[in-house]
C-alpha cells in the first residue's frame, strides 16, 4: 500500500534530518505522526503500554502547569517535548510495517550526521581560507552553519562512532569493517574540533568495554584491528588534553560554573516535593541570580546544567523520579537481554546529564526520544520472539 510505504520513507527521512536541520526535523516529524493515522496497526494504541515511562514523565510536566505563573514558558517546554508524543506512535506503527530493524535506523541516522559533518567542516576551510582564522574549525563557529549546538552535535558523533566501532568489532563482512572504520576515523575527527571534557569522558568509558572485552575474550585478527584503531584514537584525546591550555578547548572547561549553577538550583528551589513549576523556573532561577551577585548568569538565563538538578527545581521530587524511570527502563531492557551495543549507546545519557539539560533542548529530546523507543521496541521484540520459541520448543 502506497501509504505504507510514504510513512516509511518519511520516518527514515526524519531519522536522516535529526543530526542536519532542526527546523526541517521537526516538520519532517510532524508530517511522519500524520501520515501515521492513517497506516493500519492490529495494535494501534499498543504504544500507551510499552511507552508507560513517557506517559508518566509528560504527565508531571502538564501537572507543573498548573502551579505554574509563566504558562506560556511551560507551552513552549511541552512544545519542546513534542517528540515524546509523537515518537513512541511512529515507532509503534513502523514496526509492524516491516521486519524493524534498529541497524537500519542507526545507519540513516549517521548517514545524515556525516552529511552534517561534511557541511561544517567544508563551510569551516571556506571561511578559514577568507580569514585565515583556525577558530573557523572550532565549537560553534564551526557547526554555526547548520545552527547545531556543538555539544549536541558532539553527543550524536559518540554515538556514531560507538555504533561503528561495534560493527568493526563484530561484524564478519569486509566491506562493512573497512567503511566503519573509516567513517569512525572522520567522525573522531569531528569530535576533537566539537566535542568538551564530557563527551571525551563518554567516549572513554566506550573504549573501556571494547579494550576489557578483548583482554578477556579469544582474540581474532578482526578484533585485534578493532583495537588498534581505538588506542590510536585513545592516544589523540590524551595528545589534545594537553594541548588543552593551546587552544580553545579551555573554553569548555567551565567546571567552577557549573557547581555555582548546580548549588544555586539547588538552594532556589522553594519545593522539593513540587518544585517550582513548569513554567517558572527561568523567571525563580534568575530572581536567586540577581538577589546573590550572579547578574551575568541571570543576563544569560542559565539553568542548572543539570538534568536531575533542573527537574528537582522545575518538577520536584516527582519529576526526578520520572527521568529516572526514562533513563533506567532501557537500560534495564538492554541489560536484561544482553545488548551490550544498546548499553554501550545510552549509558553515556547518565554522564551527559550531569553537565547538561538535554531535554531542555529540541536537540537532545529527539535524539533521547528516538533511542529510547527504537530500544524499548527493539528489545521487547526479542523477548517476545524469545518467549514465542520456547513455547513452540515446549510444544513439540
Known amino acids: 500500500m502506497w501509504m ?20 526541517i526535523n521537526v516538520r519532517v516529524l510532524i508530517a511522519t505522526l500524520i501520515v501515521s493515522f492513517f497506516v493500519k496497526s492490529h495494535q494501534s494504541y499498543d504504544h500507551l503500554r510499552k511507552s508507560w515511562d ?16 509563566d504558562l506560556a514558558l511551560g507551552f513552549r517546554i511541552i512544545e519542546t517535548s513534542f517528540s515524546f ?33 561534511m557541511i561544517c567542516l567544508i563551510n569551516a576551510t571556506i571561511q578559514f581560507m577568507s580569514n585565515g582564522d583556525l577558530q573557523s574549525f572550532f565549537f560553534y563557529e564551526l557547526t554555526g552553519i ?12 559518540i554515538f556514531a562512532i560507538t555504533y561503528y566501532l561495534y560493527v568493526v568489532y563484530y561484524d564478519s563482512r569486509k566491506f562493512e569493517r573497512v567503511s566503519g572504520i573509516l567513517l569512525a576515523s572522520f567522525l573522531f575527527l569531528m569530535l576533537l574540533l566539537t566535542g568538551g571534557k564530557t563527551t571525551f569522558v563518554c567516549l572513554l568509558l566506550v573504549f573501556s568495554f571494547f579494550i576489557l572485552k578483548f583482554l578477556v575474550e579469544r582474540r581474532t585478527s578482526q578484533m585485534t584491528y578493532s583495537i588498534l584503531l581505538i588506542l590510536s584514537m585513545l592516544s589523540c584525546l590524551f595528545i589534545v588534553n594537553h594541548l588543552e591550555g593551546d587552544f580553545r ?11 555555582i549553577l548546580w548549588e544555586s538550583a539547588f538552594k532556589a528551589v522553594p519545593n522539593v516535593l513540587f518544585g517550582v513549576g513548569t513554567g517558572d523556573y527561568r523567571a525563580e532561577l534568575n530572581n536567586y541570580y540577581l538577589t546573590h551577585q550572579l547578574t551575568q548568569f541571570a543576563i544569560e538565563n542559565l539553568n542548572s ?13 516527582l519529576g526526578v523520579l520520572s527521568f529516572i524511570f526514562l533513563l533506567l527502563r532501557p537500560l534495564y531492557l538492554a541489560v536484561k537481554s544482553q545488548n551490550m551495543l544498546f548499553v554501550l549507546v545510552f549509558f553515556p545519557f547518565i554522564i551527559y546529564g550531569i553537565t547538561e539539560v538535554f531535554l531542555g533542548r529540541y536537540q537532545g529530546v529527539v535524539f533521547f526520544v528516538w533511542l529510547h523507543e527504537i530500544f524499548v521496541v527493539s528489545l521487547r521484540a526479542e523477548k517476545l520472539k524469545i518467549v514465542e520459541q520456547i513455547s513452540i520448543s515446549t510444544a513439540k
Not at 148 to 154: G, I, Q, W
Not at 249 to 259: G, N
Not at 307 to 315: A, K, R
Request: charged residues 10%; negative net charge.
Open 4 to 23: 505504507n510505504q510514504l510513512f516509511q520513507i518519511l520516518f527514515y527521512l526524519f531519522c536522516f534530518t535529526i543530526p542536519l536541520n532542526q527546523f
Open 249 to 259: 578547548y579551555s573554553a569548555l572547561s567551565d567546571s567552577w560554573e557549573r557547581m
Open 54 to 69: 513517557i506517559v508518566i514523565y509528560i504527565l508531571v510536566l502538564v501537572i507543573g502547569l498548573a502551579y505554574s505563573d
Open 146 to 157: 547548520i545552527n547545531f549546538h556543538p555539544t549536541y552535535l558532539a553527543y550524536y558523533i
Open 305 to 317: 546544567h543539570n538534568q536531575i538538578i533542573q527537574l528537582l527545581f522545575s518538577n520536584g521530587i
Open 85 to 117: 508524543l509523537a515518537l513512541p506512535i511512529i515507532v509503534n506503527k513502523i514496526q509492524y510495517l516491516e521486519e524493524f530493524s534498529a541497524e537500519k535506523s542507526f545507519r540513516i541516522f549517521c548517514y545524515g550526521l556525516f552529511v552534517a559533518c
